[in-house]
């Protein structure tokens, strides 16, 4: 194979050799002694079952083989689809493990945990997070009390307000996997999550909670109402766009979790996994249409490292070294170097084979990652290759400790926690959250929770703005290393009127324009609007609307609406009055004045010249004959109301207008016509056009001639009476006999050369 990566290659295949030395010769302090994670997942489709005792034995013999062939821990999936497989209070029971919802009579992760420690096996909690249901059938469930019948029903407009909707607004169900997908970007959901993750660490002695499926389908979500509505508002303080701003919901709703499950259990490890493709401009060579976790699913895991709410990702690198690309070896070095601090083990799959899996563990080793996780346990098992991996020599031959997390045993920095509610105690929604030293604006979400991860220790005042409960602030807040800092606020507790933070903006339109006005509030409880014109209340109709909401309507804007706009904001406090803002109504262009026709001598100056009434601004442009007139070392004000032409020729007699345009409309004077004076009479002598007057003109005369008083004898001869008197004669011949130039000689002007062709000029 001959691509890019393929030096790296070649390095990582000598140190596999090296690696493969070591382990031959058993020498103490060899890599595969030395602390790891080794994990595997265990999906619920691996080991549940509606049956207690089978389901019962599938839990030990992955236990007992997990511990036996040297793992040192276990994901065990408990949660999938919005319902468990375990008790819950908050979701109905798996069908996996209930077919008919109800309570099977034991606690499968429960069991499960017990199991895995009496195995020295760590236990992981293994949760989607944002998946609502699935079946690859598309059958719904048949619980009524699911998620799915509350928040993610495509056919009910009240109950999908949690569900992804594409970019064309329309809510989608079963997209990748056959999953439902709930949208990041909904506060309530993302408290909803949190809430089972919760549940699991208050009740369960779980060593980690680890979590799948934080992610989109793809690109072409979520444009929910909420998501669009927070995305414009105030739910997007740091003015981010779409993708960036769908990213940083997931973002912050595991760093609010992080922080949850770090006040009431410090020592539980949080993990995910994340596709395994980061970004494009990563990895040389690698086409864009792969996909990329961080364009294609709006997943931004290394940024997740970054903000501390990880203690180790897996990403799913599903994909052997050598043939098409991708390339495990490639993909792997750039989640090492952006852990930020944190743990990563590389996810593999048993379906890329033994030799290969083998093969990655050491590779991961060399790299520098700390671990490795196997998918699945089915799938390994029904391929028998426990034994390949905890044979004498092999990576496993020897047990390892699960490595240390130094953040974890020695923090260098704590976490700031709170919730943010109204004086009944219930949760505010985005407000936002400011502390010193920071310019990070944190957002309460559905329940209230905000939080700030990695914060230095120190003393730290918190500044508090929500959207219909105003200010707040608290100070003197401590942080020590280590340390959860609650600092919980309540908001509205001294009563006070609205404030307005944005008025209304002037307004100078066309007549039958549209017009708005809109002003920006907060205060606590409910506000009110009210629009009012020149001090007096106004109604909606007659082309208004809106004028009880913030933002104001007119359509087919005219004078009959131009005045001030002002608006009362309200609240049970009291009211506040916005600034005023004019609408004014642009007049359209009308002349008072119109261009003059003048005669002009021959080398004088001529004038044109418009008055106008209505808008500015205005553009001018004259014209000649109906073409456009520009301005040279002769002409002037082209482009202005005034036309001034110096040295007057003949070929600026004409007809001249001005064409007025302005932000509204545009209008054309009338027509002035320029004379010429003093030219000499031209005479059309040249009949044949060939820019000359010869002997075939001087013929034509001769044929044509009818004498004095005599008419033409016919049309054909018109042009030969060159005087005009309706008969050719000899002052016809005569004024041909001053025009002839000679054959292929250019007639003069006077005859009809080039500089007069227009026979009209007296």
């Known amino acids: ?14 140190m596999l050799v090296m690696a493969s030395v070591l382990a031959f010769f058993r020498l103490p302090g060899a890599w595969a002694a030395a602390p790891e994670f080794r994990g595997m997942w265990v999906t619920r489709f691996d080991w549940a079952n509606p049956d207690e005792a089978t389901a019962k034995g599938t839990i030990d013999d992955a236990m007992t083989k997990l511990r036996q062939h040297r793992f040192n821990a276990v994901l065990f999936q ?62 719904a469930p048949t619980d009524p009390n699911h998620l799915y019948w509350q928040h993610c029903n495509a056919a009910n407009s009240r109950r999908r307000d949690w569900l992804v909707h594409n970019s064309s607004g329309q809510p989608v169900q079963y997209v990748s996997d056959s999953y439902v997908w709930m949208a990041p970007g909904v506060p309530a959901a993302q408290a909803y999550a949190r809430k089972q993750v919760m549940y699991v660490v208050t009740q369960y002695d779980v060593d980690g909670v680890h979590f799948d499926r934080v992610r989109m389908p793809s690109a072409a979500y979520s444009y929910d109402p909420i998501s669009l509505s927070r995305l414009s508002g105030d739910g997007n303080p740091h003015g981010l766009g779409f993708a960036d701003w769908t990213r940083d919901q997931f973002t912050r709703m595991l760093c609010d979790l992080y922080a949850q499950i770090m006040e009431v259990k410090p020592h539980i490890k949080v993990s995910s996994a994340p596709l395994g493709l980061y970004r494009a401009d990563r990895y040389a060579g690698y086409p864009l249409g792969y996909q990329y976790g961080y364009t294609t699913a709006y997943q931004d895991a290394q940024a997740w490292l970054a903000a501390g709410a990880m203690d180790f990702i897996v990403p799913m690198i599903y994909w052997a070294d050598g043939g098409a690309l991708p390339d495990y070896s490639d993909i792997l070095p750039d989640w090492v170097a952006h852990r930020a601090g944190r743990h990563v083990y590389g996810g593999q799959n048993r379906s890329v084979g033994v030799d290969e899996l083998l093969q990655q563990v050491q590779v991961t080793r060399t790299l520098g990652a700390q671990g490795n996780v196997l998918f699945s346990y089915s799938g390994f098992s029904a391929g028998d290759f426990w034994p390949y991996y905890s044979a004498s ?69 918190l500044a508090f703005l929500a959207p219909g409960w105003g200010t707040g602030s608290l100070s003197g807040v401590t942080v020590a290393a280590g340390e959860v800092k609650r600092a919980n606020i309540t908001l509205g507790l001294d009563p006070q009127p609205p404030i307005i933070t944005a008025n209304p903006a002037a307004q100078d339109v066309c007549p039958d324009l549209s017009a708005a006005f809109a002003v920006k509030a907060i205060g606590q409880g409910t506000l009110s609007y009210r629009w009012q014109r020149d001090g007096v209340d106004v109604q909606d109709g007659g082309g208004v609307s809106g004028s009880r909401t913030r933002q104001l309507w ?34 359209l262009t009308g002349f008072d004045s119109q261009p003059r026709s003048v005669s002009v001598d021959l080398g004088g100056t001529a004038t044109f010249e418009v008055g106008l009434l209505g808008a500015e601004p205005r553009s001018y442009q004259w014209q000649h004959n109906g073409a456009n007139v520009v301005n040279d070392e002769r002409i002037s004000g082209a482009n202005s109301a005034a036309l001034r032409i110096a040295d007057v020729q003949a070929e600026d007699q004409g007809s001249y207008a001005c064409i007025v345009s302005t932000a509204c409309d545009g209008s054309v004077s009338q027509s002035a016509s320029l004379t010429v004076l003093g030219l000499p009479r031209i005479v059309q002598a040249d009949f044949d056009g060939d820019g000359d007057v010869d002997l075939d003109e001087f013929a034509f005369v001769q044929l044509c001639l009818s004498g004095a008083g005599v008419p033409v004898p016919g049309y054909w001869c018109d042009p030969t009476d060159l005087d005009g008197d309706g008969d050719v004669d000899q002052v016809d011949v005569a004024e041909m006999r001053s025009c002839l130039s000679g054959e292929g000689v250019e007639a003069a002007y006077e005859c009809g050369g080039p500089a007069g062709e227009d026979e009209s000029i007296p």
């Open 1 to 14: 194979m001959n691509h890019s990566g393929e030096g790296r290659r070649v390095w990582v295949w000598l």
């Open 554 to 587: 007119i359509t087919a804007a005219g004078q009959a609406h131009a005045g001030e706009y002002r608006c009362v904001v309200e609240n049970h406090v009291g009211g506040v009055v916005s600034a005023g803002a004019g609408l004014t109504i642009k007049a």
């Open 393 to 461: 020599g092999s990576v496993y031959a020897d047990s390892a400790a699960v490595p240390d997390m130094p953040w974890k045993q020695s923090p260098a920095t704590g976490i700031i926690i709170g919730h943010v509610t109204d004086p009944n105690g219930d949760p505010i929604v985005d407000t936002q959250v400011t502390r010193t030293g920071s310019s990070y604006v944190g957002l309460s979400s559905g329940d209230g929770l905000y939080s700030f991860l990695n914060v230095p220790p120190g003393t730290y005042s």
């Open 78 to 139: 408990v949660r999938g689809q919005a319902d468990t497989l375990y008790p819950s209070p908050n979701e109905p029971w798996s069908p996996l493990i209930s077919p008919s919802g109800e309570d099977p009579g034991w606690d499968p992760m429960a069991y499960a945990l017990a199991a895995a420690h009496a195995a020295d096996l760590e236990f992981h909690a293994y949760i989607n997070t944002h998946t609502c249901w699935h079946n690859q059938s598309y059958q």
